[in-house]
């Protein structure tokens, strides 16, 4: 009687399990435990590194927005900030030295400009003082030198002449006036050739330098 009673409480518990695998709740979730069972049945594979390239290929560069800005703590400088910052002190801004500074290099230009002018126009005087002065130098020689020709010819002629007339009213008026002539150049001569040495020292003392009279021509 007892083994009768165990086998009916088996039938029933079998036909309970069998209606409940019938129905439609039973049915999906059989189905997906099945699914997922296949899921992890099957490997899954391993990805593919990333490279540089395919990391540079999802970067975009964005411009740093206003709240970006704000939100790390970075100062960002617009139009409509820019007096509240300076307000502040918190700007670094320029006092106007690098134009001063600028200012002062053009002023040190036009002075330095100006200076080499003067320079020049001192050189050109001082050169030009000592040219003509050896030029006088050199055509006073030349002149004692055409007399020095000039005269024993008119001696010559003063002593050859016979006429004693043409001879004291020709001659001699054109030998004493070449004698004269020569007596005075011969002692300007020396003044003159004096003064060459004079101009350079004044010109020294003036601050020329010694190349400005190099090469110019010696009397």
Same mark, same amino acid.
Do not use: C
């Given at each position: 009687?007892?083994?009768?009673?165990?086998?009916?409480?088996? &039938?029933?518990?079998?036909?309970?399990?069998?209606? $409940?695998?019938? $129905?439609? &709740? +039973?049915?999906?979730?059989?189905?997906?435990?099945?699914? +997922? =069972?296949?899921?992890?049945?099957? %490997?899954?594979?391993?990805? #593919? %590194?990333?490279?540089? &390239? /395919?990391?540079?290929?999802?970067?975009?560069?964005?411009?740093?927005?206003?709240? *970006?800005?704000?939100? =790390?703590?970075?100062?960002?400088?617009? @139009?409509?900030?820019?007096?509240?910052?300076?307000?502040?002190?918190?700007?670094?801004?320029? =006092?106007?030295?690098?134009?001063?500074?600028?200012?002062? *290099? +053009?002023?040190?230009?036009?002075?330095?400009?100006?200076?080499?002018?003067?320079?020049? *126009?001192?050189?050109?005087? !001082? #050169?030009?003082?000592?040219?003509?002065? *050896?030029?006088?130098?050199?055509?006073?020689?030349? #002149?004692?030198?055409?007399? @020095?020709?000039?005269?024993?010819? $008119? !001696? #010559?002629?003063?002593?050859?002449? /016979? /006429?004693?007339?043409?001879?004291?009213?020709?001659?001699?008026?054109?030998?004493?006036? =070449?004698?004269?002539?020569?007596?005075?150049?011969?002692?300007?001569?020396?003044?003159?050739?004096?003064? $060459?040495?004079?101009?350079? /020292?004044?010109?020294?003392?003036?601050?020329?330098?010694?190349? !400005?009279?190099?090469?110019?021509?010696?009397?």
């Amino acid at each position: 009687m007892r083994q009768l009673n165990t086998a009916g409480r088996l &039938g029933v518990g079998a036909t309970l399990v069998a209606a $409940l695998l019938l $129905l439609p &709740g +039973s049915n999906r979730a059989a189905a997906q435990e099945s699914k +997922s =069972s296949a899921r992890a049945a099957t %490997p899954t594979p391993t990805p #593919r %590194p990333r490279t540089l &390239g /395919d990391i540079a290929k999802t970067l975009k560069l964005r411009p740093p927005s206003r709240q *970006a800005g704000a939100a =790390s703590g970075a100062i960002v400088i617009t @139009d409509s900030n820019l007096e509240e910052y300076a307000a502040k002190g918190g700007l670094t801004t320029a =006092s106007g030295q690098p134009a001063q500074r600028g200012g002062q *290099a +053009s002023t040190v230009n036009v002075q330095q400009a100006q200076a080499d002018a003067k320079q020049e *126009a001192k050189r050109k005087a !001082w #050169r030009s003082m000592y040219q003509r002065q *050896a030029q006088l130098v050199s055509s006073i020689k030349s #002149r004692i030198k055409a007399l @020095d020709e000039q005269i024993p010819g $008119l !001696w #010559r002629q003063f002593y050859a002449w /016979d /006429d004693p007339a043409y001879r004291d009213g020709v001659i001699k008026p054109k030998l004493d006036k =070449s004698l004269n002539e020569r007596n005075a150049l011969a002692k300007r001569l020396p003044n003159e050739e004096a003064k $060459l040495p004079e101009i350079l /020292d004044r010109a020294r003392r003036d601050g020329a330098l010694p190349g !400005w009279f190099r090469d110019l021509p010696k009397p």
